[in-house]
Each structure stands twice: as C-alpha cells, then as structure tokens.
C-alpha cells in the first residue's frame, strides 16, 4: 500500500515517513534496517542514546517500544529489558521525550511499537497528538487488528501518523488483504508463530508471508521476528523491503552499552552491501546462539 492515503472524503493524501525511510533506502540501492529498542532501557538517557547511535550507524526507521507488565509478543530479553525500565520509574509519557529526543538528533523515522492498553489509558486522540508533535512517524501496534482499530484509523488521519499493523504465517488471504488496506508505511511480516528472539536460521515461512502481503497491495512488507545476524539481514533483503532487528541489538547493549549496540547497527547495515555467501562473525552472545527463543 502506498505512503500516500486518503479518506473517504477525499481530504489532503497523508505522508508516511517511515513510507519515505523505506523508499530513501531503495533509492540508494538497498532495503531499510529497523531497529528497534525498550524505551528506558537501561534507563531513559541511555535509550535516547541508544537510539542515535543506531541511527548513525545505518538504521532508516527507529522503533522504540513502550515497556509492559504483560506482553505477549515479547521473549525473555525484551521482557526483562522492559521490566527493568519500569522499575525504574518509566511512564508512558516517557517515551514523547525520547522520540523528541532521537527526531531531533537524526534523520531516522521514529515510530512506536505499543500494546493497545497504554494508548487507551492516556487516551487514543492525546496519544496521537503527542506523538506527532514529538516528531514521531507513527505506531506500530501487535494487538490491535483493523476491526477494532476504529479510534485509531481517526487519530492516525487527524494528526498524520503511520499505523503498521501486522501479518502472520497463521493469517488468512482475506485477514491479509484487511491488514494490507489498514496499513500505512509498511506491513510487519512475522516470520514465526511464536515470540521475539535472536534465532540462529530466518523462518522458512519468512517469504511467503511477505510474498502475501505483496500480493494483497502492499509496497512494503518488512520482516521481524528472529532476525540477528548479517546473514539473516543479506537473505530478508533478497525478498522484503525492510529487516526489523530487536533481540540482539538488546543483548548488545545490555552487554555492552551504547558502543557496542551502535557497532552491532553498523555490521548489520554493511551487510546489505556484501554478497550472500560472505561468512558472518560468529555471534559472541549465547542469546544469539542458542536459537530458543528470546
């Protein structure tokens, strides 16, 4: 689906910047690395930090995750990323500075990946607003289906908002097609029936949720779930238009701080340009070993 919508009432088309990240990207001959990261982890100033260095070091679209006490997607290195923010006091209201914080330092496109809850409890319109006016391109919701997405679909026009909403192997034709029309900026491609995590091989069934996106209408599908390593970003871009990397750019700087999670953004995004057959570092965490999920 285009960046470009309109309403039914024919109103000015809405821009995507995370549409437009994507785009740049191929322009220049290569598909978009997104990186997503727990906003206040380890704390708040270390996750802006975070932020900007994977920018800097090759990533177009930033995803910056709300902390949650129950999430349902998530595997055990995000979840405990996310529970250590909140002991630390993060509120939601949070992450409006810490978009603020990376639009104003970079050129990356800054969405926000949320459970539906935190948006109801401040409020759909409020939440929208603030996040606009924080520079933010949109969000990225994994339990809110285009059904329910009423609120959302208005508050997403009113202040022009991306809204990416998901497709997985398990989803039908018809389920695909719904999502497909729902979306704007691009359709997340879960790869796997399961939560996120480093793995050491991409899903077999990666591209052919991607190819059904494709062939519903999508012009960009991106693949999440899984992805850890340059040989997973070089195989993804053979057939998708973006990598979504999570878990191990957590583990990097859990590990390693601010340094190392920009240096691992950096081998991920070089890998674009290598062939498919160029040997990968071995990865130097066990999370990225293991291949159970994070």
Known sequence: MSEIISNSNATP????????????????????LIAYLPAGFPDKQGSIDAAIAVARNGADII?????????????????????QALENGFHVSDVFDIVAAVTAQT???????????????LGVDEFARRLA?????????????????GEWFAASDK??????????PSSTAERVAMT??????????VSIMGVTGARTTVSSAAEAVVAAAHNAGAER?????????????????GYADGVIVGTALVVALRDGGVAAVGALAKELSSAFD??????????????ATTGVPQ
């Open 13 to 32: 088309a809405i821009f995507s910047k995370s549409g437009a990240a994507i785009d740049k990207a191929k322009a220049a001959g290569r598909k978009a």
């Open 63 to 83: 995803e910056i995750g709300i902390p949650y006490s129950d999430p349902v997607m998530d595997g055990p290195v995000i979840q405990a990323a996310t529970t």
């Open 107 to 121: 050129d990356a496109a800054v969405l926000v990946m949320t459970y539906w809850n935190p948006v109801m409890r």
């Open 133 to 149: 006016e924080a520079g933010g391109a949109g969000l990225i919701t994994p339990d809110l289906i285009p059904d329910e997405a």
């Open 159 to 168: 202040y022009g908002l991306d809204r990416v909403f998901l497709v997985a």
């Open 180 to 189: 497909v029309e729902a979306t704007r900026g691009f359709v997340y491609a």
């Open 221 to 237: 599908a991106c693949v999440g779930l899984g992805v850890s390593r340059p040989e997973h970003v070089r195989e993804i871009a």
């Open 274 to 287: 290598a062939p498919l057959d160029t040997p990968s570092k071995t990865p130097s965490t066990p999370e």
